[in-house]
């Protein structure tokens, strides 16, 4: 006897879960469930897994954890349409290898709990099917349905509207060699359903059943993937916080109830998780989290979630979310902004009015990036939020040529580079030798700033600012500049800026972007630029036209003389507004 595992669906219903990863590799209780079926069958049985191409480098770094001889056997399909389908890749399976001996059919997103073993004790020489009484006969709709007397399987029904009992098929099935003619013919028409063939195999030859009363679960949505989560054995202590592997918890006021799988590399902190399977690299703050998936290197700040897939890299901050509603929760800037400003989702409101904003996507931003096609599910990078004042300070605003806008930058990588800005230079003042500068200040998040001064892609100085929350930075005249949100936040910046220029972008967009790049494995050099070092730096806070002690806005509009700078860059010296921490070299 072979076996044969079934592990080359796409899983749309669990997408987004499954849109990068098998099904099969799912884990339930930290093991993948196909490494739970290959457990189940005996040492004697040569294994093979049919999956398709799509996952063939994960399926290789899987079989590496296997300890017996596994053979896999991959599909050259891209997508559901266009896939064999479980009765088509078994009558491949039969047909290419020559099989002369019985097979033993698996699905691989099953988990069940009954020996296979006992099982094929149960085999006489005819196809043998594995049933579950899944008692509902509304939830017998979804599956291949059985009516069985004396172990044998008198009517087979495939999702039926009005089932004839709640006995449903497994896909645990033993076929002897003696029906291989009939899957040949049978598939010349149909290749996609296995109950179909099971439904004319009952009917052109004789099937008996293995009815289990052994939990038995279909990974095929997200109810049956949280279900079988729930009731699966403990494999791991899971009974106090200390003994999770892996996983950092901090702060005083984590709670775990029910049946929790952490992943390594989870951080979590003051949060209660109730029933989830929280996969590698996630951190979870100040939330509550209850039923859900929560796929690798996810960031959850200041939320309520229930009932949820969280989508692998996703960044989820203020919200209340679950089957019905996703409420964003209002936050207020007022303190750390110096303006009366509260941010809802990505929305910003002054008072009570909602301002306007003008958008970078990630369409917009594919030209000054290191790959242009790197792969990215974040579409709007950043929102600008020009001009924001109070009423009463628009005259005097105005009258000295000076603007205030609020930026916000989403979190996350593109490809392995961090969001950023696109990167701007500003013109030379006119009847001046020096271009306009700019001051930042972070409101919310942790930022690099790029400041760099390039002529025809040969770097005469690059320079990076670290900004955290209350941090101003002064771009001095001359220098090109980037912004980049290397935090697990939304970077909430403001900037003020003379208002009588357009800021120019050719230089930015000829080179692809800055000098360097920021990646999750540090800074690399853009290979169309010369560049032989590059310095750190931090803002000098003593600096005179630097004021440390308020939020940007209320110093403007306290002291708007202080910020002239801004509008008589040639009148200023910037030389002291960056304070030199290190010089690191290009190898």
């Known amino acids: 006897m072979k076996a044969l595992i079934l592990a080359g669906g796409y899983a749309t219903r669990l997408w987004p879960l499954t849109k990068e990863k098998a099904k099969p590799l799912l884990l339930v209780n930290g093991k993948p469930l196909v490494t739970h079926v290959i457990d189940k069958i005996p040492a004697d049985i040569e294994i093979y897994v049919a999956t398709n191409i799509t996952f063939k480098k994960d399926f290789l770094k899987w079989k ?35 099989l002369t001996e019985e097979l033993l059919v698996i699905g691989g997103d099953n988990y069940f709990k009954f020996d296979v073993q006992d099982f094929l004790s149960n085999y006489n020489g005819k196809t043998l099917i594995g049933a579950y009484d899944i008692g509902d006969l509304k939830e017998a709709k979804k599956f291949g349905v059985l009516s069985v007397k004396d172990n044998k399987v008198i009517e087979f029904q495939e999702k039926p509207k009005n089932p004839k ?129 929560i796929d690798e290197g996810a960031y959850i700040n200041n939320a309520k979630i229930t009932g949820q897939i969280i989508e692998k890299g996703s960044h989820i901050t203020d919200v209340i979310m679950n089957k019905e509603k996703k409420i964003h929760l209002g936050r207020d800037l007022a303190k750390d902004s110096g303006l009366p400003i509260k941010i809802q989702g990505s929305d910003l409101y002054l008072g009570n009015k909602k301002l306007e904003y003008a958008t970078r996507s990630l369409e917009d931003a594919r030209p000054y990036l290191a790959k242009s096609k790197a792969l990215c599910k974040i579409e709007e990078l950043y929102r600008m939020f020009r001009d924001v004042y109070l009423q009463s300070d628009l005259e005097m605003l105005r009258k000295n040529n000076l603007r205030y806008d609020i930026t916000i ?129 931090k803002p000098n806070l003593s600096f005179k036209y630097l004021d440390v002690d308020l939020p940007l806005y209320k110093s403007l509009i306290n002291d708007h003389a202080m910020y002239d700078y801004l509008v008589n860059p040639e009148k200023y010296s910037f030389k002291d507004a960056l304070e030199i921490t290190s010089t690191i070299k290009i190898s």
């Not at 891209?78 to 039969?94: E, Q």
């Not at 690099?448 to 101003?472: C, T, Y």
């Open 165 to 293: 009992s709640t006995l449903v098929n497994t896909l645990c099935c033993v076929f002897p060699t003696n029906i291989y003619p009939l899957l040949f013919d049978f598939v010349k028409i149909h290749t996609d359903n296995q109950g179909s063939f099971i439904e004319h195999l009952v009917k052109e030859t004789d099937v008996e059943a293995y009815v289990t009363a052994e939990d038995w679960f279909d990974i095929g949505s997200f109810d049956g993937y949280m279900e079988a989560h729930k009731r699966a054995p403990k494999e791991r202590n899971h009974d106090e916080v200390s003994k999770f592997y892996g996983v950092d918890f901090w702060g005083e006021g984590n709670v775990i109830k029910g049946n929790v799988f952490f992943d390594q590399g989870a951080a979590i902190k003051d949060s209660t998780i109730e029933n989830c399977i929280i996969f590698s690299d996630c951190k979870i703050e100040d939330s509550v989290i209850k039923n859900c998936i």
């Open 64 to 98: 590496k954890t296997i300890k017996r001889p596994i053979n896999l056997v991959f599909e050259e399909t891209s997508s559901d349409t266009n896939k064999l389908g479980a009765i088509g890749a078994i009558a491949s399976f039969v047909k290419e290898n020559n």
């Open 409 to 537: 930058i989403a979190p996350g990588l593109i490809g392995d580079e961090y969001v950023k800005t696109i990167g701007h230079y500003h013109p030379l003042k006119e009847g001046a030798a020096v271009s306009y500068p700019e001051i930042y200040e972070v409101i919310e998040g942790h930022a690099n700033f790029i400041l760099q001064k390039a002529e025809d892609g040969k770097v005469e100085d690059f320079i990076v600012v670290q900004g955290q929350a209350g941090d101003k930075v002064i771009i001095p005249p001359d220098y090109g500049h980037v912004t980049i949100n290397v935090g697990n936040t939304p970077l909430i910046m403001a900037n003020v800026t003379a208002d009588n220029f357009s800021s120019e972008y050719g230089d930015f967009k000829k080179l692809r972007g800055a000098a360097m790049y920021r990646t999750k494995e540090g800074w690399k050099a853009n290979p169309r630029y010369e560049i032989e070092n590059f310095k750190k730096a």
